[in-house]
């Protein structure tokens, strides 16, 4: 199994990243653009764009806590639907926080040219060389610093609303749909790129503490919250701006500060918008950076991005990839079109996310175990894709046309170089297993083995002693009628080679322990349990008798554990006793044991069941 990240990010870090990667270039920039397209209107485009992102932010929410992996949306999205989508998702996912990354350097960009004479393309340029210098290096952005940097930038904007609400000049909102409704979607489509930071946080999964929690709330409130702050601080720059200087300023939120707040609140505005700008550029690189480094260890790409330097510890190659992107990028994509192709690839990720939730739902694979759900399943799903749906068309032919063309560019990859070398069980053969008649092996167990190591890795299990007795056990699949004492023979035979004890032994206490007292527990089940001399003895038999058992009394048990333990091992004997009582209490579990494929996946029954810890 492999060594996992540590767990380092509370429920204010997610927040405070989450809220940190989207309150940068789409508060900054942005406005004075999408004013230009929809007029004041575009306060309700920024208000659309983050109610089109809830279904998929739930969605998230739940593939995240199921398998907080790093990785984030390409990782669930490979398991989902396999290579060839596991392919275009992780170039998507790259491409986009490559732009977003990009956008944020011509943010600098645009607010140091107002003090050097330097262009913004070449200020961007250089900020671009030095942000790779420092990921080269294994900086990064201390969790601390994160937190102050955020709050003191709400608490900027907060300021910002508060005083400069009293200025507003109302007369420069009418007509408030100067540019008709299909403007108004339209701008909602160029905005998406704003709401961003939530693919960043999932790739953070596997980093935060008690994931269950702390990602579904800190990314709800992180929505909610810069949703609220995106219409506030809109409305006041528009408000306080001249319309006509609005539509062409790359510092909108600046100006608006200058306008009733004099110089030296417009140079506070702009050292925090510097700082939120720093935060998203540093972060585009870093995060954009590991994704060729795991699709290379899954071999959709050469293994080179694998090349880690054994002096900073950090994915070199990956890096200067990433960067050389940005910088392409920077040279040679205007602004708008930057924002477009950035917030289309955007939208189509948060539509296979949505698909995705649908496919593991729907596969009903075993250790699929969010610790959130998302609600109103599929209700919810479907109006994710549709709404991302709408979104894209509403970018217009040639963006779409773009964004085809990008795909296209993946799916001859995946063709020419992946297909060959990739192999991978996704949620999406399971669904098509349940679906075929004739072929009900199109899945290997490599998916479901690896859903539960991130399951069991996640729950902190994996040094339990229980833990370990299950993964060595004996599995018996018996699908004859079988006597008691023909079971017990079997059972003793197997234990009696595997612990180097007598069979017969072992027979005669089993069949003496059920005379004493029966230890069928319930209907259909039992647990047969006795102690051996010895010393560290502790073995664990699961069976499973489809046509049954018969016990005493012509009981017919189809469940079944057997416990052998050493006399100086009572204590945890109980224990797993006690363990095993609590996972026949949980929900569904004799249909979900009678229905397993095979003994790994009987084993998944246990080890996936909830119980208390200890």
């Known amino acids: 199994m492999e060594k996992g990240l540590k767990k380092e990010l509370t429920l204010l870090d997610v927040f405070c990243v989450a809220t940190g990667a989207m309150i940068s270039s789409g508060l900054f920039i942005l406005p004075g653009l999408a004013f230009a397209k929809a007029g004041p209107a575009v306060i309700l485009s920024y208000m659309i764009a983050g109610i089109f992102c809830l279904p998929t932010l739930l ?19 490979m398991r989902g639907f396999g290579p060839l989508l596991g392919t275009l998702a992780g170039f998507s996912t790259w491409f986009s926080l490559s732009l977003k990354g990009a956008f944020a350097l011509i943010g600098m960009g645009a607010y140091l040219s107002i003090i050097t004479p330097l262009s913004l393309n070449v200020i961007a340029f250089w900020l671009c060389v030095f942000f790779i210098g420092l990921n080269l290096i294994g900086v990064k952005e201390a969790g601390r610093f994160q937190v102050f940097l955020v709050l003191g930038l709400l608490g900027i904007l907060l300021i910002y609303t508060v005083w400069g609400i009293k200025t507003v000049n109302t007369l420069n909102f009418s007509p408030f749909f100067s540019k008709g409704l299909g403007s108004m979607f339209a701008t909602a489509s160029f905005v998406f790129i ?36 995106y219409a506030f601080v809109i409305f ?182 992946a297909q060959k070398r990739a192999a991978q069980d996704s949620a999406l053969i399971y669904v098509l297993e349940k679906l075929t008649v004739k072929d009900k092996e199109l899945a290997s167990d490599n998916l479901l083995t690896e859903l539960k190591d991130i399951v069991i890795r996640r729950e902190g299990i994996i040094g339990e002693k229980f833990y370990k007795l299950v993964e060595e056990s004996m599995v018996l699949d018996i699908e004859t009628p079988l006597k ?117 996946e009987l084993k998944h029954v246990i080890l996936l069941a909830e119980r208390r810890r200890g």
């Not at 593939?63 to 984030?72: D, E, N, R």
């Not at 050292?271 to 899954?298: E, Q, V, W």
């Not at 018969?550 to 006793?577: C, Y």
Request: hydrophobic letters at 50%; charged letters at 20%; aromatic letters at 12%.
């Open 194 to 229: 704003s709401y961003g930071g939530l693919t960043k946080v999932a790739a953070l999964a596997e980093e935060t503490k008690n994931p269950g929690r702390n990602l579904p709330l800190g990314m709800i409130l992180s929505l909610v919250v810069t949703s609220i702050f």
């Open 484 to 600: 008691l004492e023909a079971f017990f023979k079997e059972v003793s035979d197997d234990l009696g080679k595997s612990l180097n004890l007598n069979p017969e032994d072992l027979f005669n206490k089993f069949i003496e322990r059920e005379k004493e007292s029966s230890t069928v527990i319930e209907k259909g089940l039992a647990i047969p349990h006795i102690v051996v001399s010895g010393k560290n003895i502790n073995r664990l038999v699961l069976v499973r008798a489809q046509a049954g058992i018969i016990f005493p009394k012509d009981q017919l048990i189809h469940i079944a554990f057997v416990l052998v333990g050493s006399s100086g091992e009572r204590v945890l004997h109980l224990k797993i006793l006690a363990a095993i009582a609590m996972i026949i209490q949980s929900r569904d579990f004799e249909k979900k044991w009678l229905e397993a494929k095979g003994e790994e």
């Open 59 to 77: 969605s998230m929410a739940e593939l995240t806590t199921a398998m907080p992996k790093a990785g984030g949306d390409y990782f669930y999205i």
């Open 236 to 417: 006041v720059t528009i408000g306080v701006l001249n319309p006509d200087g609005l539509k062409g300023s790359l510092t909108p939120i600046s100006d608006g500060a200058g306008a009733f707040g004099g110089d030296v609140f417009k140079i506070v505005v702009s050292i925090g918008a510097f700082l939120a700008f720093i935060s998203t550029a540093n972060a585009g690189i870093m995060t954009a950076s590991r994704y060729p480094l795991s699709m290379s260890r899954d071999k959709l790409l050469p293994a080179v991005f694998q090349k880690i330097s054994s002096k900073f510890k950090t994915p070199y190659i990956a890096i200067f990839l990433t960067g050389a992107f940005m910088i392409f990028a920077i040279l040679f994509f205007r602004l708008e079109l930057l924002v477009k192709v950035a917030s289309s690839i955007l939208i189509l990720l948060y539509i296979l996310a949505n698909l995705t939730v649908i496919l593991f739902r729907e596969s009903k694979i075993l250790s699929y175990r969010p610790r959130f759900y998302s609600p109103f399943y599929p209700y919810l799903q479907i109006l994710g894709v549709l709404g991302g749906g709408f979104l894209l068309i509403e970018m217009g032919t040639f963006i779409v046309f773009l964004t085809v063309i990008f795909l296209l560019l993946g799916f001859i990859w995946y063709k020419v170089y």
